[in-house]
């Protein structure tokens, strides 16, 4: 691949990226959350096309027209989430879509024998063809993604994170496959933030930051920090704002579990003050913000809010009544309710100050509804919009506006600035500071390293579900946090 | 408009399915319980033949939904604003029609009810077969076929409807005419159709596996009956009177798996039905009770012209 | 694709449209016999049963759900009334309780659809059985005469006293059709229910008890739909355990001509009353115009995936 480039609308994701692959290679693709390194992977496997750059396999030009054409020009993608059919059996899950037909009836027999060298060379030799695959263990599962590739004729696989939910056994398994594949000839493209899993299994590497390649070698000639330092670029090292005045302890969290994520969390958060959680994706950030708004059960550990924790079995209701409001990274599914009025979903969490005798005051909405779109800057037409009709920074500060009226003293707000311009983005920080300033607490997830170090005023990290101590963001280095989040934890060598 | 378009082309619908009668003539509604059984088929007919010898319409028009009785009464009501003549109504309750009954009596609507009894007095007149008497008549068919002596079932039709109520009335009155004979079972409903009915005679059949006599009330109730029979290779061996006609309980009854049929009369009971209406409207006075009689048929007369004539009726082409 | 304002007000205004069609249509072929002040009366009389079923049934689909055990809802309600009516209890009183019967059915419905987390159209599937069975037990499988009552003024074509004009179904429908339809549009519940149908993950994450909130949806539209029972009582004169049988789908298909989506947050009370009118001035224009009944059948079913089909282009999804 060759000078690459993809834009969605105004956002450019990749600018200029090349890579390349010799048979018989793991090749390491390296990056910060939101580098380019899926986009690059979907424009690879067919999904994307690229607006620019050339692509070639096996020395001819290789123009995928969508992932069926890919797959059968040899690419195979491996993907974080695996795309097998639960209730379909193994032996109807690796033919899936390549099924041999007579008359339109499936003919089984025939593929058997591949199938079962196949399932061989994963050493999965015993598995019946006839078990459901949602019975089956997320790493035999991953396997069998895996088989599907090599069925298809793959010579190109990639693996998107392969080892992120899996055990130390399975992980040394899956190392094994992936050497043995690459020595019968494929190439395999390896995307995965752990250092020394990828010094166990890959050779060379590419490190990509903000959408472009900004490195290429072998691994055995660099070391970590010099590969964290290509990832994490020229962005400020620390945090360049004076520190806050710190009032009393507003939320803290001890020892709280979680299933099967968080595994461990503790903090205070105190008010005046703003509160970074980064870590990768998968980490158990957003796991951990929804056991603290009691939307996942916590399984052991307290939250303790001005002093009062939270028993077992309350719910958001208690949490917003006490003054606490969670805003969710995913807007769409759970954040808001795309077809209804604006002013709806700005005063849905407390009703009562807009209403009378039970029933909605309409003046009384629009008013409340207008105060926050002019203080936030909200541009919609009017209080009565579909929310769905906004764009996605003045969606956003919908999502916070609830908050604001609601007149919480902690707010959780899960990758608040994702997917929204760059305007917008300084706003919604603006927002969240003077809300700080105020004497509210903020809990702040958050991926984009420069951004939250800018920003917050202390940071944790999260690594494979533990929480770690949060530090002062004006201290510590980008390069230090993102060592902490690519470490692999003591816990997964015993 | 897209809507525009379709309304349009189901205004033609409309206006193409409607009936293309010449407005001039007196229209009758004649209002059945369903449209599906041959029963219903015979009235029509008769109503028909009486529409024809006298020069006016009739509008045949069952509920919708058969054994619905808030369907039935909006067919009534819609008849009532559609301004008929007058209302020939065989109705699914005696309770539930009565006030519609009414309402279009006081609107100057006459209706004559047929088949089954109506309460209250709205109605002119009561044009029906004497069904306690062909229950009688069944009970005194299957007493004699045993000897007066045996364990026999009843299955009952439906709740609720009046008609079939008196048959099984009258026909439990005969059989205690034979103190060597048990009831095994008498507080079984068929229900509304004949599947319904095989499906409790498969169930009764289970129940009882040593019978040897069997009644039903309509038709329905006989036929699904008779397939419970089949099925389980009983038929012939087990004494069956059953009650109305149609080709498949004809050829049982050839075949001797049904040992009797009573019949009612429902083409006259249509003819008369139409007939007393228009006798009503013309002012005459009519009776408040006309019996259109039973007849019971059997294997051995079921040649004779009349009796065959009843299993057999010839319906002429425009009835559905 | 998001609603514009524009969309909003074609969907809202839809139904009004296909009534006014429906009007017209049946005016311009039967000018003598359709428009009519007696034929309007005997319309809207017919109406009350499937409409009162609809405003309740309006509350649910909103919410994201669906109720199918209201036909056997309506048998039940009619067979307490007609129980109690011969037994000696005063009509207001019979009355009463075939309305809470309605309520009852309606808590249970929302209970196990939030504490079993089963499907509601799973859960009413059962319960339409269940509560059939139940109707058909307390009748003792017979339908239940009951002594003469005003009850049976309640859905007189021509009321006592005349001034009402229409029966007093019809005034009981109107009257609690606006008041609902204001509770569904302005109440902290109704707002609360369009959110839970709109998007439940985010209803949850605004700290709404949606548990609770399903129950008291559920039980409302089970008042309705006893309501609904009192009106069929009235209409019949007995109680009668096979009545109403199969309505539940009128019912629904009233709340989906009046523009609401069954998968939720979209819908109103006012179109679902115009959605029920719709089905009652056609099945009473093809009786006056004498379609037949399968024609009639064939053309409720045509229309019922048009309307949706319509709907969706206009929403351009």
């Given at each position: 691949?060759?000078?690459?480039?993809k834009?969605?609308?105004?956002?450019?994701?990749?600018?200029?990226?090349?890579?390349?692959?010799?048979?018989?290679?793991?090749?390491?693709?390296i990056g910060?959350n939101?580098?380019?390194?899926?986009?690059?992977?979907?424009?690879?496997?067919?999904?994307?096309?690229?607006?620019?750059?050339?692509m070639?396999?096996?020395?001819?030009?290789?123009r995928?027209?969508g992932?069926?054409?890919?797959r059968?020009?040899?690419?195979?993608?491996?993907?974080?989430e695996?795309?097998?059919?639960?209730?379909?059996?193994?032996?109807?899950?690796?033919?899936?879509?390549?099924?041999t037909?007579?008359?339109?009836?499936?003919r089984?027999?025939?593929?058997?024998?591949?199938?079962r060298?196949?399932?061989?060379r994963?050493?999965?030799?015993?598995?019946?063809?006839?078990?459901p695959v949602?019975?089956?263990?997320?790493?035999?599962?991953?396997?069998l993604?895996i088989?599907?590739?090599?069925?298809?004729g793959?010579?190109v696989?990639?693996?998107?994170e392969p080892?992120?939910?899996?055990?130390?056994?399975?992980?040394?398994?899956?190392?094994?496959?992936?050497?043995e594949?690459?020595?019968?000839?494929?190439?395999?493209i390896?995307?995965?933030?752990?250092?020394?899993?990828?010094?166990?299994v890959?050779t060379?590497?590419?490190?990509?930051?903000?959408?472009?390649?900004?490195?290429?070698?072998?691994?055995?000639a660099?070391?970590?920090?010099?590969?964290?330092?290509?990832?994490?670029?020229?962005?400020?090292t620390?945090?360049?704002r004076?520190?806050?005045?710190?009032?009393?302890?507003?939320?803290?969290?001890?020892?709280?579990?979680g299933?099967?994520?968080?595994?461990?969390?503790?903090?205070?958060?105190h008010?005046?003050?703003?509160?970074?959680?980064?870590?990768?994706?998968?980490?158990?950030r957003?796991?951990?913000l929804?056991?603290?708004?009691?939307?996942?059960p916590?399984?052991s550990?307290s939250?303790?809010?001005?002093?009062?924790?939270?028993?077992?079995d309350?719910?958001?209701?208690?949490r917003?009544?006490?003054?606490?409001?969670?805003?969710?990274?995913?807007?769409?599914?759970?954040?808001?309710?795309?077809?209804?009025?604006?002013?709806v979903?700005?005063?849905?969490?407390?009703?009562?100050?807009v209403?009378?005798?039970?029933?909605?005051?309409?003046?009384?909405?629009?008013?409340?509804?207008?105060?926050?779109?002019?203080?936030?800057?909200?541009?919609?037409?009017?209080?009565?919009?579909?929310?769905?009709?906004?764009?996605?920074g003045?969606q956003?500060?919908?999502?916070i506006a609830r908050?604001?009226?609601?007149?919480?003293?902690?707010?959780?707000?899960?990758?608040?600035?994702?997917?929204?311009?760059?305007?917008?983005?300084?706003?919604?920080?603006?927002?969240?500071?003077?809300l700080?300033?105020?004497?509210?607490?903020?809990?702040?997830?958050?991926?984009?390293?420069?951004?939250?170090?800018?920003?917050c005023?202390?940071?944790?990290?999260?690594?494979?579900?533990?929480l770690?101590?949060?530090r002062?963001?004006s201290?510590?280095?980008?390069?230090?946090?993102?060592?902490?989040?690519?470490?692999?934890?003591?816990?997964?060598?015993? | 408009?897209?809507?525009?378009?379709?309304?349009?082309v189901?205004?033609?619908?409309?206006?193409a399915c409607?009936?293309?009668?010449?407005?001039?003539?007196?229209?009758?509604?004649v209002?059945?319980?369903?449209?599906?059984?041959?029963?219903?088929?015979?009235?029509?007919?008769?109503?028909?033949k009486?529409?024809?010898?006298?020069?006016?319409?009739?509008?045949?028009?069952?509920?919708?939904?058969?054994?619905?009785?808030?369907e039935?009464?909006?067919v009534?009501?819609?008849?009532?604003?559609?301004?008929?003549?007058?209302i020939?109504?065989a109705?699914?309750d005696e309770a539930a029609?009565?006030?519609?009954?009414?309402?279009?009596?006081?609107?100057?609507i006459?209706v004559?009810?047929?088949?089954?009894?109506?309460?209250?007095?709205?109605?002119?007149?009561?044009?029906?077969?004497?069904?306690?008497?062909?229950?009688?008549m069944?009970?005194?068919?299957?007493?004699?076929?045993?000897?007066?002596?045996?364990?026999?079932?009843?299955?009952?039709y439906?709740?609720?409807?009046?008609s079939?109520?008196?048959?099984?009335?009258?026909?439990?009155?005969?059989?205690?005419?034979?103190?060597?004979?048990?009831?095994?079972?008498?507080?079984?409903?068929?229900?509304?159709?004949?599947e319904?009915?095989?499906?409790?005679?498969?169930?009764?059949l289970?129940?009882?596996?040593e019978?040897?006599?069997?009644?039903?009330?309509?038709e329905?109730?006989?036929?699904?009956m008779?397939?419970?029979l089949?099925?389980?290779?009983?038929?012939?061996k087990?004494?069956?009177?059953?009650f109305?006609?149609?080709?498949?309980?004809?050829?049982?009854?050839?075949t001797?798996?049904?040992?009797?049929?009573?019949?009612?009369?429902?083409f006259?009971m249509?003819?008369?039905?139409?007939?007393?209406?228009?006798?009503?409207?013309?002012?005459?006075?009519?009776?408040?009770?006309?019996?259109?009689?039973?007849?019971?048929?059997?294997?051995?007369?079921?040649?004779?012209?009349?009796?065959?004539?009843?299993?057999?009726?010839?319906l002429?082409?425009?009835?559905? | 694709?998001?609603?514009?304002?524009?969309?909003r007000?074609?969907?809202?205004?839809?139904?009004?449209?296909?009534?006014?069609?429906?009007?017209?249509?049946?005016?311009?072929?039967?000018?003598?016999?359709?428009?009519?002040?007696?034929?309007?009366?005997?319309?809207?009389?017919?109406?009350?049963i499937?409409?009162?079923?609809a405003?309740?049934?309006?509350?649910?689909?909103?919410?994201?759900?669906?109720?199918?055990?209201?036909?056997?809802?309506?048998?039940?309600?009619?067979?307490v009334?007609?129980?109690?009516?011969r037994?000696g209890a005063?009509?207001?009183?019979a009355?009463?309780?075939?309305?809470?019967a309605?309520?009852?059915?309606?808590?249970?419905?929302g209970?196990?659809?939030?504490?079993?987390?089963?499907?509601?159209?799973?859960?009413?599937?059962?319960t339409?059985?269940?509560?059939?069975g139940?109707?058909?037990y307390?009748?003792?499988?017979?339908?239940?005469?009951?002594?003469?009552?005003?009850?049976?003024?309640?859905?007189?074509?021509?009321?006592d006293?005349?001034?009402?004009?229409?029966?007093p179904?019809?005034?009981?429908?109107?009257?609690?059709?606006?008041f609902?339809a204001f509770?569904?549009?302005?109440?902290?519940?109704?707002?609360?229910t369009?959110?839970?149908?709109?998007?439940?993950?985010?209803?949850?994450?605004c700290?709404i008890k949606v548990?609770?909130?399903k129950?008291?949806?559920?039980?409302?539209?089970?008042?309705?739909?006893?309501?609904?029972?009192?009106?069929?009582?009235?209409?019949?004169?007995?109680?009668?355990?096979?009545a109403?049988?199969?309505?539940e789908?009128?019912?629904i298909?009233?709340?989906?001509?009046?523009?609401a989506s069954?998968s939720?947050?979209?819908g109103?009370?006012?179109?679902?009353?115009?959605?029920?009118?719709?089905?009652?001035?056609?099945?009473?224009?093809c009786?006056?115009?004498?379609?037949?009944?399968?024609?009639?059948?064939?053309?409720?079913?045509?229309?019922?995936?048009?309307?949706?089909?319509?709907?969706?282009?206009?929403?351009?999804?």
């Amino acid at each position: 691949m060759e000078g690459v480039e993809k834009s969605f609308g105004a956002t450019r994701a990749l600018s200029g990226v090349s890579l390349d692959v010799a048979p018989g290679d793991v090749h390491a693709l390296i990056g910060e959350n939101g580098a380019g390194k899926s986009t690059l992977m979907k424009i690879l496997a067919g999904v994307l096309t690229p607006d620019a750059g050339r692509m070639s396999l096996f020395g001819s030009p290789y123009r995928p027209t969508g992932p069926l054409d890919a797959r059968r020009r040899g690419v195979a993608m491996i993907h974080q989430e695996l795309t097998l059919a639960p209730h379909l059996d193994v032996e109807a899950n690796l033919t899936l879509g390549t099924e041999t037909t007579t008359f339109g009836f499936v003919r089984r027999a025939g593929r058997r024998a591949a199938i079962r060298d196949v399932l061989t060379r994963l050493r999965l030799a015993d598995l019946p063809f006839d078990t459901p695959v949602g019975t089956l263990s997320t790493a035999v599962r991953q396997l069998l993604e895996i088989a599907r590739a090599l069925l298809s004729g793959a010579r190109v696989v990639i693996m998107d994170e392969p080892t992120s939910s899996l055990g130390r056994r399975d992980v040394e398994r899956l190392f094994d496959i992936v050497r043995e594949l690459a020595a019968s000839g494929c190439g395999i493209i390896y995307i995965s933030h752990f250092m020394d899993e990828l010094r166990e299994v890959a050779t060379r590497f590419t490190v990509l930051r903000d959408g472009a390649s900004v490195g290429t070698g072998t691994l055995d000639a660099v070391d970590d920090d010099a590969l964290i330092r290509l990832m994490a670029g020229g962005a400020p090292t620390t945090g360049t704002r004076a520190p806050s005045v710190r009032g009393t302890p507003l939320l803290v969290l001890d020892g709280l579990e979680g299933h099967p994520r968080p595994t461990e969390a503790s903090l205070v958060l105190h008010r005046g003050e703003i509160l970074g959680i980064t870590g990768l994706v998968g980490a158990g950030r957003t796991e951990l913000l929804r056991a603290v708004f009691g939307l996942d059960p916590v399984v052991s550990g307290s939250v303790t809010l001005a002093g009062i924790g939270f028993s077992a079995d309350e719910g958001p209701d208690a949490r917003w009544d006490r003054g606490m409001g969670f805003v969710s990274e995913d807007r769409k599914h759970e954040g808001l309710m795309l077809d209804l009025p604006l002013s709806v979903n700005l005063t849905l969490s407390r009703l009562e100050p807009v209403s009378r005798a039970g029933f909605v005051d309409g003046k009384k909405l629009d008013a409340a509804s207008r105060e926050w779109i002019d203080r936030l800057g909200i541009r919609a037409a009017g209080s009565n919009v579909a929310v769905g009709s906004l764009s996605g920074g003045n969606q956003q500060k919908v999502a916070i506006a609830r908050l604001l009226h609601h007149d919480v003293d902690v707010l959780l707000l899960d990758e608040p600035t994702r997917g929204i311009d760059v305007r917008s983005k300084a706003a919604v920080w603006d927002l969240l500071r003077s809300l700080a300033n105020a004497g509210r607490g903020i809990l702040v997830v958050g991926s984009h390293l420069p951004e939250m170090l800018a920003h917050c005023d202390r940071i944790a990290v999260m690594n494979r579900g533990r929480l770690g101590e949060a530090r002062d963001a004006s201290t510590v280095t980008a390069h230090e946090l993102l060592t902490e989040a690519v470490s692999v934890a003591e816990s997964r060598h015993e | 408009m897209r809507l525009g378009t379709i309304l349009a082309v189901l205004a033609l619908l409309l206006a193409a399915c409607g009936d293309s009668k010449s407005p001039s003539k007196r229209v009758i509604a004649v209002i059945p319980k369903g449209t599906t059984h041959e029963f219903w088929k015979s009235i029509h007919a008769g109503a028909l033949k009486a529409a024809a010898e006298s020069g006016v319409d009739i509008a045949w028009k069952g509920p919708p939904k058969e054994d619905d009785r808030d369907e039935q009464i909006k067919v009534v009501e819609d008849s009532v604003t559609r301004r008929v003549a007058a209302i020939v109504l065989a109705p699914l309750d005696e309770a539930a029609l009565a006030t519609p009954v009414a309402e279009a009596a006081k609107d100057k609507i006459p209706v004559v009810v047929i088949d089954s009894d109506l309460k209250g007095d709205a109605h002119a007149s009561f044009v029906a077969t004497d069904n306690e008497k062909g229950g009688a008549m069944a009970a005194e068919r299957l007493g004699t076929l045993l000897g007066g002596k045996g364990r026999v079932l009843m299955l009952r039709y439906q709740v609720g409807s009046a008609s079939t109520e008196k048959r099984e009335r009258g026909f439990l009155a005969g059989i205690a005419k034979f103190p060597g004979i048990t009831m095994v079972s008498d507080n079984q409903y068929a229900g509304a159709t004949a599947e319904a009915a095989y499906a409790a005679a498969e169930n009764l059949l289970q129940r009882f596996p040593e019978l040897d006599g069997i009644f039903c009330p309509n038709e329905s109730a006989t036929f699904g009956m008779l397939r419970a029979l089949t099925s389980v290779g009983r038929n012939g061996k087990v004494k069956f009177v059953g009650f109305d006609a149609s080709a498949k309980l004809a050829e049982a009854l050839k075949t001797g798996d049904i040992h009797g049929l009573v019949l009612q009369n429902p083409f006259r009971m249509g003819y008369l039905g139409v007939k007393t209406a228009l006798d009503v409207l013309d002012g005459k006075l009519v009776e408040r009770r006309i019996d259109t009689g039973v007849a019971m048929a059997t294997p051995d007369n079921m040649t004779t012209p009349d009796i065959a004539e009843l299993l057999n009726p010839k319906l002429p082409e425009n009835v559905r | 694709m998001s609603d514009s304002n524009a969309v909003r007000l074609v969907r809202r205004l839809g139904p009004f449209l296909g009534l006014a069609l429906v009007l017209v249509l049946f005016t311009a072929l039967e000018p003598d016999r359709f428009p009519t002040a007696v034929n309007f009366r005997t319309v809207l009389t017919q109406t009350v049963i499937v409409g009162l079923g609809a405003v309740g049934m309006t509350f649910v689909v909103v919410s994201g759900g669906i109720d199918l055990s209201v036909g056997s809802s309506i048998a039940l309600s009619t067979i307490v009334i007609a129980r109690l009516l011969r037994d000696g209890a005063s009509p207001a009183a019979a009355a009463l309780a075939g309305v809470v019967a309605g309520g009852v059915v309606g808590v249970v419905n929302g209970t196990l659809i939030t504490r079993l987390r089963i499907a509601p159209f799973i859960v009413t599937l059962g319960t339409l059985q269940i509560v059939r069975g139940t109707a058909k037990y307390l009748a003792g499988e017979q339908k239940i005469d009951a002594p003469a009552s005003w009850l049976a003024g309640l859905m007189a074509k021509s009321p006592d006293p005349s001034w009402l004009i229409v029966a007093p179904g019809v005034w009981a429908l109107i009257l609690l059709a606006g008041f609902l339809a204001f509770v569904l549009r302005r109440s902290i519940l109704g707002v609360h229910t369009y959110a839970i149908g709109s998007n439940e993950s985010t209803a949850v994450l605004c700290g709404i008890k949606v548990d609770r909130t399903k129950v008291l949806i559920y039980g409302l539209s089970g008042l309705m739909t006893g309501l609904a029972g009192l009106m069929q009582f009235s209409r019949l004169t007995v109680g009668d355990p096979t009545a109403a049988t199969g309505l539940e789908l009128n019912i629904i298909a009233a709340v989906v001509i009046g523009g609401a989506s069954l998968s939720g947050g979209v819908g109103g009370i006012a179109g679902s009353l115009v959605g029920a009118l719709v089905m009652a001035f056609l099945a009473n224009g093809c009786t006056l115009v004498g379609v037949p009944n399968y024609a009639q059948e064939i053309l409720v079913g045509a229309i019922i995936v048009a309307v949706v089909a319509i709907d969706r282009s206009k929403r351009g999804t």
